[in-house]
């Protein structure tokens, strides 16, 4: 509270402090005239609602578990990415990871008494010895189609090129001309071909080796000359060796391969057999394969016959001039072969691959 004006006993203006007379009236101040003062009046002072202070406990427990998880994840990281950390924590027994259930030890307790808390034991991990993986090489899948067994004779025919086979065991010739004569051998008849109209019937004939030769002395040089070129694979021989003996001789050979089946190997190629130069046709033409077993005990012979659209379908088809064909056959065969050889597998009919598949899959037991 601020101190009040003092005024003048005379005339009760309003004075300097501490004058000795009044300005207005000049009376004469004898002593400091007192203070007129006014009562001030009494302010309450208005009371603030208190706001209640907020609590900040949840803050600390925040940063607590931050801070734990931050410690847990910096640990585990070190365990599994920085190297030799996981064996000095397993030296130190501070963490263990194993793929064993802990084991509870169950006990009988009294009643009345206070029941003890069971021990939890860990099996020890079992140590076993190192697994070593051995690589197996991959294996050619198995060829699709109908298999097929006849005596010792195992195949599987492929579905494009027939529907099955009828075994059936020759008996033996022994008289008559030399070339004729055949021991007892087992034969494979395609059935459901896919060409009907053909001079040669598909056939797949086996022959033992030993009766063979033993009969007839010339099927030894047979199978020397075909030794001679599966050892040399001459892909332009000038003949190729056949079986069994045929009154006629080959035109033409063509699509020369060498193909191995589960237990020998022999040639592949396509050829016709006449008496006499003829057109190339799909009523003649066939498919020969000529093979013998690793161990030398059989002699296989295949005659399956092929087609081809740009062959004329017979002989007596052929458009072009016969007497120039008699007069110059090297001639038609030098344009005829570079055809034949650059027409695709896919073209001939059954599918040259096919009929390689079927060879391929046979074993002689």
């Known amino acids: 509270m601020s101190q009040a004006q003092p005024v003048c ?27 007129y003062q006014q009562p001030a009046p009494q302010v309450q002072p208005v009371a603030q609602p208190q706001r209640p202070k907020k609590s900040r406990w949840w803050i600390w427990v925040l940063l607590f578990i931050v801070l734990c998880i931050s410690m847990v994840g910096c640990f585990v990281m ?11 924590v397993g030296d130190l027994g501070l963490i263990s990871f194993t793929t064993s259930t802990p084991v509870i030890e169950k006990t009988e307790t009294p009643e009345g008494e206070d029941t003890p808390t069971p021990e ?5 991990p079992e140590i076993t010895e190192p697994v070593v993986v051995t690589e197996v090489p991959p294996t050619e899948a198995p060829a699709e189609g109908y298999s097929y067994t006849y005596n010792n004779i195992e195949m599987v025919i492929p579905y494009e090129v027939a529907s099955g086979a009828q075994g059936e065991t020759m008996e033996a010739v022994t008289s008559g001309d030399s070339w004729q004569n055949n021991p007892e051998y087992d034969v494979c008849n395609l059935e459901g071909y896919p060409l009907d109209i053909t001079f040669h019937s598909p056939m797949i004939q086996v022959f033992p080796v030993e009766e063979y030769t033993n009969l007839n002395p010339d099927v030894t040089d047979i199978i020397n000359q075909l030794k001679t070129l599966l050892a040399a694979r001459d892909y332009a021989p000038s003949s190729i060796p056949f079986l069994p003996f045929w009154n006629a001789g080959a035109l033409f050979t063509a699509r020369v391969e060498y193909l191995d089946f589960q237990n020998g190997s022999g040639v592949r190629y396509l050829t016709q057999y006449g008496q006499a130069f003829w057109p190339i046709n799909n009523y003649d033409m066939f498919y020969s394969f000529q093979g013998i077993t690793s161990d030398g005990k059989y002699y296989i012979s295949a005659v399956l016959p092929i087609s081809h659209p740009s062959l004329p379908q017979m002989g007596d088809d052929y458009t072009g001039s016969m007497d120039d064909l008699y007069a110059n056959y090297e001639g038609y065969l030098s344009s005829m072969l570079p055809e034949i050889n650059g027409w695709r ?5 059954p599918a040259i691959s096919g009929l390689d598949t079927l060879i391929e899959s046979i074993r002689i037991q």
Do not use: W
């Open 78 to 88: 070190g365990y599994f990415f920085i190297p030799g950390v996981s064996d000095k």
């Open 345 to 349: 597998d896919d073209e001939f009919m």
């Open 120 to 124: 939890i034991t860990t099996p020890a």
């Open 9 to 35: 006993p005379n005339c009760h203006n309003t004075i300097r402090p501490g004058a000795r007379f009044c300005p207005t009236c000049g009376y004469q101040l004898t002593q400091q005239p007192a203070a």
